[in-house]
């Protein structure tokens, strides 16, 4: 099996990114052409990596600075 190419990041197999399932109308599990309902944490032998169905971590917000921040 090839590793999938990413940017500098490794990927942990789990069937929420996998490109044989699709989530469920709840978002507790997969439901997987491959091997029936699992979780979204777990992974079997024919997972293939599917980079549109990670969600991306949320940029920090810039914290809010007043003028007593900046005075000496």
Do not use: Q, W
């Not at 599990?29 to 979204?40: D, E, N, Q």
């Not at 032998?45 to 549109?52: G, H, T």
């Amino acid at each position: 099996m090839k590793k999938p190419i990413l940017n500098n990041n490794e990927v942990t197999p789990a069937c929420g990114v996998c490109a044989h399932g699709i989530i469920s109308a709840d978002g507790d599990s997969v439901l997987c052409f491959k091997t029936g309902i699992r979780l979204l944490d777990s992974n079997c032998n024919s997972f293939k990596y599917d980079p549109l169905k990670r969600v991306p971590h949320r940029k920090p917000s810039k914290p809010e600075f007043t003028p007593e921040d900046f005075s000496l």
